[in-house]
């Protein structure tokens, strides 16, 4: 059978190998990639249902094609409902094992298409929409694709605003876990007495008002990830049971008695240090060492300015399409306004001034008027050099800066001519072009046809 099978399959052009034992075939399958398994049910050895479910142990979306003879259709049927794609009585004829083979391998196919899309949009979803350039963001990101895949407990570190709460997000889509929920949890929100019960639930008649049981969001998020955010500013008591859940994996409800399991990865985020706290004794020392196994440190945008013009360009296009405008234009003069202010608010203020600016533009032109004024009336920490290089920036992000700087007042000064622009640099227009699309420099429309 084997022999005879192998032949029609070859002629077809198959590339097919056969084993004799469904032990023989297991080992096969783990050593190669294969596209589909036909399979008998009597054999010599652990036979055919127990080869099947080895087989998908192996590997889950293999089609398993069953031959078997008339008198055993019942134990086919048996193996179709145990996941074999489909069965074959013999005697067949070839071409109904042709045809069988063949939606066999469409549908492996598609399962596989299938895989990639999900993986890439996952992808999409969780890294290309944390922009940045910067050396410190590029060691976020390698942190991110680390630490992913680990349970492991992560404290993100940074200012207000500077992406904390889209990072944690970004670990959990990129984990084992990422189809199950990612829950946050903002302490700063929620009244100190009240906390508990969010995170653990109680039982009813636990406190006054306590009318019904409830779950709390560690069970929620039973399998997937809890986001803590603002951890330092939880009560010192509620971080002994937190303690006790990172530790124990377990906990009681508020009133409870029965011990829940749960299955979390803990992410925590807070925009103050931690340790200050426990040396001031508002923090447990021995959650802060639980917490603090992997520290992910997230920079203030203005130690990272140099992201300012891709951030800038990210947010005018995804509040161009949400307003359901045509892609307005971030103007030179305006990107100089932007990159000289420290955004003290970080990302989070860029975003929410450009949504602003789109939605206020007239024209499709982001001018920098459509700013609010202490974005305008920033001293300016650019010329702060040595703050700059304290803060981590390198001499190379800081010429680049002067660079950029210098570029974008020599198109100001030229309305944006650039051949112009390049004159005053003493540069080829050419080179000035490339310097432009290296520094993601977009000149307006209105430039653009006066420097025709
Ligand atoms: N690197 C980044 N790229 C794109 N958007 C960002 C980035 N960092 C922050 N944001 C955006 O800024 C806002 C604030 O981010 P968030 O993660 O809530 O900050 P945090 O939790 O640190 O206060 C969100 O709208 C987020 O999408
Ligand atoms: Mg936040």
Redesign the pocket.
């Known amino acids: 059978m084997c022999d005879v099978l192998t032949k029609l399959l070859q002629d077809e052009g198959y590339r097919c190998q056969t084993a004799r034992t469904g032990e023989e075939g297991i080992e096969k399958l783990c050593q190669e990639f294969f596209d589909l398994v036909l399979l008998d049910l009597m054999m010599p050895g652990i036979g055919g249902m127990k080869t099947l479910e080895k087989i998908h142990k192996a590997d889950a979306s293999i089609p398993v094609v069953i031959l078997t003879a008339y008198a055993s259709i019942e134990s086919a049927v048996q193996a179709t409902r145990a996941g074999a794609f489909d069965f074959l009585a013999k005697p067949f004829k070839n071409e109904e094992l042709l045809l069988v083979v063949k939606n066999g391998l469409q549908k492996r196919a598609l399962q596989l298409e299938n895989e990639q899309l999900r993986r890439t949009l996952r992808e999409q979803t969780s890294f290309e ?4 350039k910067n050396e410190r ?1 590029q060691q976020v990101f390698d942190l991110i694709m680390q630490v992913a895949p680990r349970r492991s407990t992560i404290l ?1 570190q ?12 970004a670990i959990h889509h990129r984990s084992p876990r990422a189809d199950r929920p990612f829950v946050a949890v903002n302490s700063g929100t929620i009244p100190s007495e009240l906390l508990e019960s969010e995170l653990f639930g109680h039982v009813k008649g636990a406190f006054t008002g306590a009318t019904n049981a409830k779950k709390g969001l560690f069970e929620v998020a039973d399998g997937g990830t809890v986001f803590l ?1 603002e951890v330092g500013t939880i009560p010192f008591e509620t971080q002994a049971r937190l303690l006790r859940v990172i530790q124990e994996r377990e906990f009681r409800r508020v009133g409870g008695i029965e011990n829940i399991k749960v299955d979390v990865r803990i992410i925590a ?1 807070t ?1 103050s240090d931690l340790r200050k706290g426990v040396e001031e004794g508002r923090f447990r020392e021995d959650l802060y060492y639980r917490l603090n196994v992997i520290t992910i440190p ?1 920079p203030p945008l203005r130690e990272r300015k140099m ?1 300012i013009p891709l ?1 800038a360009d ?2 005018v296009r995804r509040y161009s399409r949400e307003n359901g405008r045509e892609l307005c234009t971030l103007m030179p003069e305006t990107l100089k306004v932007l990159l000289e202010h420290d955004w003290p608010g ?3 203020e ?2 929410n001034a450009i949504e602003r600016a789109v939605v206020l533009a007239p024209g499709n032109q982001i001018t920098p008027d459509l700013f609010p004024r202490e974005v305008l009336e920033s001293e300016g920490s650019m010329h702060d050099h040595w703050g700059l290089l304290q803060g981590g920036a390198s001499l190379k992000d800081l010429v680049a800066d002067f660079e950029r700087n210098l570029i974008l007042s020599a198109l100001e000064k030229t309305d944006g001519n650039q051949k112009k622009a390049a004159h005053l640099l003493r540069l080829k227009a050419t080179t000035l072009n490339e310097k432009l699309k290296r520094l993601k420099i977009r000149i307006g429309k209105r430039n653009e046809d006066s420097s025709k």
Request: aromatic share 6%; no cysteine; glycine share 12%.
């Open positions: 929409n944390i922009v940045g963001m993100i940074g200012e207000s605003g500077t992406g904390k709460e889209l990072v944690a997000k955010d985020a925009n997230l992201d951030l990210f947010f970080n990302v989070r860029l975003e």
